[in-house]
């Protein structure tokens, strides 16, 4: 088994599509599936079930792709290390942020620390909160940044700077020109959520629940993955959410989105996350100091 072999198994692992898998890793899908099938047949274990055009993963698949992340983490950890002889000059920053942090909060902080350092490479995922936690927790990213709290043994959480969710509708709803709702209100309104996991979905759910509603008992017309797409439906009249007031500033200037009260929705941190075991890269450091902590740049 070499490390080629593992990396081109855990790719597959993640895409579960062979051809996907061979885009990623710039390599032919002939090339992929051979590097699998002498896997399996060095190892006499079937490790992918062939199900038509796509691909899962067996119960040895499984625990491979585990042990494989973390060797294949160990490896990047060692490069890194080598690669910060030379300083900040050259090498990569694995960062996993999820939505609203990685389409609203970061992009700027970005384009500082790309400025200060061009030779540094910056691998984004963008996930929900546990998707980040998992991510960070499986070595995939060195540090996380996500909306929602995350408690996990193996994963340290420092607060940073956030953001405040509000109560939205858009201009044209019944409840916009009200400034105010009720408990009443909110049990028989339409809501357009993000899904279970993420950051926003949790506080709005422990707010819906301060106001003595059961959150499972709403009329969710709509779960959607990100916050801009609920931007959208907003503005199309289709229900109420609460949104992140990163996404919808200008909405809000403009007239288009409209806040109400009625929910105990304060400002929120966000939660830069490292795994409590793994080496502290230079970039990874230099990131936090000069694109969250607005400090100078190393030297």
């Known amino acids: 088994m070499t490390l080629e072999q593992l990396r081109i198994f855990a790719t597959v692992a993640e895409m579960l599509h062979f051809t996907r898998a061979a885009e990623m ?19 006499g274990l079937r490790l992918f079930d062939r199900i038509g055009r796509r691909v899962e993963l067996t119960a040895a698949g499984r625990l491979l792709h585990g042990q494989a ?42 384009l500082r620390f ?24 499986d070595g995939r990213a060195e540090l996380g940044i996500a909306e929602g709290a995350v408690t996990d043994a ?55 629940r301060g106001v003595g509603l059961d959150p499972d008992g709403l009329d969710v ?25 990163l996404i919808v500033a200008e909405d809000l200037a403009a007239g288009r989105i409209v806040a109400l009260e009625g929910l105990d929705l304060p400002a929120r941190p966000f939660h830069l996350l490292r795994h409590r075991d793994r080496y502290r890269s230079i970039a990874e450091r230099a990131f936090v100091r000069l694109a969250v902590d607005d400090g100078p740049p190393p030297r």
Do not use: C
């Open 25 to 43: 890793l710039h390599l032919s899908q002939p090339a992929v599936s051979a590097a699998i099938a002498a896997l399996e047949a060095e190892h």
């Open 114 to 137: 790309a400025g200060a350092y061009p030779g540094i490479r910056v691998d984004l995922f963008i996930g929900n909160t546990e998707q980040v936690a998992e991510a960070v927790r």
């Open 221 to 245: 017309a709509m779960t959607l993955p990100g916050g801009g797409v609920i931007r959208a439906a907003l503005l199309a009249g289709l229900g109420a959410s609460v949104l992140s007031d």
């Open 69 to 110: 992340r973390a060797i294949l983490a160990k490896v990047e950890e060692a490069g890194t290390m080598l690669a910060e002889l030379s300083g900040l000059s050259r090498g990569a920053l694995r960062l996993a942020a999820s939505q609203t942090v990685g389409n609203h909060w970061l992009p700027p902080r970005l």
């Open 154 to 208: 193996a994963l340290v959480s420092e607060p940073t700077e956030g953001d405040r969710l509000r109560l939205v509708v858009g201009a044209g709803h019944p409840w916009a020109a009200l400034g105010r709702v009720d408990p009443a209100m909110l049990a028989a309104g339409r809501w357009i959520l993000r899904e279970p996991g993420s950051g926003t979905r949790a506080l709005f759910g422990a707010a819906i």
